[in-house]
């Protein structure tokens, strides 16, 4: 396949470049990453930090950059220092994470104020910085490079984008995974990503080629409902909430904290527009003063572990995620 000068892909082989074929410059829905609880160091493997923010798939063409969540929803109005730092340069689509800091840990607690803003001044006005981490690419100068393995993708990356400001590259470290992992977890982050470096980049797949090595459990938990408030607090007492199987949402325990009063009172706010007569929930739940909502609402949540009975242990809300469908909200498994 014949290629422009200058172009990113002139880092490839000739060997490499037929591994390529023609590659349109729109979304494509990213790979996603198994959790396990096999923690493992290897040669043939790369580990990357597993960052506490919003999945973005980055769209650069003629017609300018755009941002688009993992779900297809534009974020290019939210993020208006992102889309300025990546203008100019080759066609791509790349694949990274939006991710706000608190002190020198990523927070989606902080996030959370730019998330589902579409005005680029309101964004702005928020006064909280935001970064962008570039950890894969998908098509670059009319190509699509999904077929080359990752160590390659991650050279045109390099040669594609021009890192600075906002922009970052992930970095890796290899082979020693359960060393880095123990680094991490005492650094206070949320994990790593375990990625085969000869692996192909599959598309919409939740791959194990791709591992997730966590410190602290979470993931996403569908709201079904509320209680009433106790004591001193106002507005709800605890969140209600659950995840799908087969089709069916089961009821998963209670969030009562991580919680400030304006985040209590912005939630009940929306409670209003989503209330249900009846449970979303299959079979009983054991809690009094119960309200109940359709499930559309999706949080993120952090919690210690998995109880026998299926209910969370010390669960703390972490925030409102809008980039996943509820239906698609299922428990995580350690393979």
Not at 252 to 268: I, P, Q, S, Y
């Amino acid at each position: 396949m014949a290629q422009m000068s200058g172009s990113p892909l002139d880092v490839l082989t000739s060997a490499e470049r037929e591994l390529l074929r023609p590659g349109e410059t729109g979304f494509v829905a990213p790979m996603l990453a198994t959790l396990t609880a096999d923690h493992f160091s290897d040669p043939g493997w790369v580990f990357e930090r597993k960052l506490d923010g919003v999945r973005a798939v980055v769209v650069r063409d003629g017609d300018g950059t755009h941002l688009f969540s993992r779900n297809h929803k534009d974020m290019t109005g939210g993020y208006p220092e992102l889309v300025e730092a990546l203008a100019g340069g080759a066609p791509l689509v790349a694949d990274g994470e939006i991710v706000a800091f608190d002190g020198a840990q990523t927070s989606f607690s902080r996030l959370q104020g730019r998330l589902g803003l579409t005005d680029p001044d309101r964004a702005r006005a928020t006064g909280i910085a935001v970064y962008l981490y570039l950890f894969d690419v998908v098509v670059v100068d009319g190509c699509d490079v999904t077929g080359l393995p990752l160590r390659r993708r991650k050279a045109l990356l390099r040669a594609a984008v021009d890192a600075g400001g906002p922009i970052r590259l992930s970095q890796h470290r290899n082979t020693d995974g359960e060393t880095f992992l123990a680094d991490a977890c005492a650094r206070g982050w949320e994990g790593l990503i375990a990625k085969r470096a000869d692996g192909v980049y599959r598309p919409g797949r939740r791959s194990d080629q791709w591992l997730k090595f966590k410190c602290v459990r979470g993931q996403e938990f569908v709201v079904g409902g509320w209680t009433d408030p106790a004591g001193s607090r106002q507005s709800f007492g605890a969140l209600l909430v659950g995840v799908f199987d087969d089709g069916r949402l089961r009821y998963a325990g209670k969030v009562g904290t991580g919680f400030d009063d304006r985040l209590l009172r912005t939630l009940r706010a929306r409670f209003d527009d989503l209330a249900a007569d009846d449970s979303p929930f299959a079979g009983p739940v054991p809690a009094k003063g119960a309200h109940w909502l359709r499930p559309e609402l999706v949080a993120q949540v952090g919690f210690t572990e998995w109880t026998r009975d299926g209910r969370l242990r010390h669960p703390r809300y972490l925030g409102l995620r809008d980039d996943k469908d509820p239906r698609d909200v299922v428990r995580e498994e350690d393979r």
